[in-house]
Nanobody, 121 residues
Framework: QVQLVESGGGLVQAGDSLRLSCAAS????????MGWFRQAPGKERELVSS???????YYTDSVKGRFTISRDNAKNTVYLQMNSLKPEDTAVYYC???????????????WGQGTQVTVSS
């Protein structure tokens, strides 16, 4: 079992930055692929970014060049640095973990509770 706790969400203006954090329980964090998803009202949950155990990364097209995913295995934490935020980035952001998912896949076994990010224009 893995427990995930996100933090760092909030209300910002367009063009601002936020860094989301996801702290994971367990002793095998380094072996998990970690993903960040988001879900806006009335929309499906989408994969924003993911990072593998060997630190390969994936980004959806809409965030390339603006968001950066990273992980600190010593702290059992994955981060999502979000720069140049846009109103369309407004969503609940979820952290997820899985041993077997491919880098751009969506089938994660473990999920956090989510953190709200709101970007005003």
């Amino acid at each position: 079992q893995v427990q995930l706790v996100e933090s760092g969400g909030g209300l910002v203006q367009a063009g601002d930055s936020l860094r989301l954090s996801c702290a994971a329980s367990g002793r095998t964090f380094s072996s998990y692929t970690m993903g960040w998803f988001r879900q806006a009202p009335g929309k499906e949950r989408e994969l924003v970014s993911s990072i593998s155990s060997v630190r390969a990364t994936y980004y959806t097209d809409s965030v390339k060049g603006r968001f950066t995913i990273s992980r600190d295995n010593a702290k059992n934490t994955v981060y999502l640095q979000m720069n140049s935020l846009k109103p369309e980035d407004t969503a609940v952001y979820y952290c997820a973990a899985d041993h077997w998912v491919r880098l751009g896949g969506r089938n994660y076994a473990y999920w956090g509770q989510g953190t709200q990010v709101t970007v005003s224009s």
